[in-house]
């Protein structure tokens, strides 16, 4: 089709905050994981989907499946959505303890 553009799998952004290989980054309701370290202004491929192992809540025991969202303050992976303050960034893909403090997620990256 003419008018298609890419698949959206990999978006490349400009940081707004300094970013290390595998750091989530959001910037507005857009997410991925950085495939590059770089500083702010500086261009980084974010992968939009996919399963990766992320900083995960302490506190909290995961069922697969569960969803997952994004604690910006905290700079982890949480189950509470916090009343819409955080963003629904996917699902657990496995099972995890409640000491874990590394949760295996599923982005739900648009494409």
């Known amino acids: 089709m003419k008018n298609f553009v890419k698949s959206g799998c990999t978006m490349t952004v400009a940081l707004a905050a300094a970013a290390a290989s595998g750091d989530l980054v959001v910037q ?15 261009p980084c491929e974010l992968a939009c989907g996919g399963v990766y192992d992320l900083p995960k ?23 509470s959505s916090a009343s819409g303050a955080n963003l629904k960034i996917g699902v657990a893909a496995d099972a995890a303890a409640s000491q874990a403090t590394v949760g295996r997620v599923r982005l739900n990256g648009s494409f």
């Open 28 to 42: 507005g309701s857009l997410f991925g994981v950085a495939s590059t370290s770089g500083g702010v202004g500086d």
């Open 57 to 79: 809540a302490a506190s909290q025991a995961w069922t697969l499946g569960a969803p997952v969202y994004w604690d910006a303050t905290a700079k982890t992976v949480t189950t």
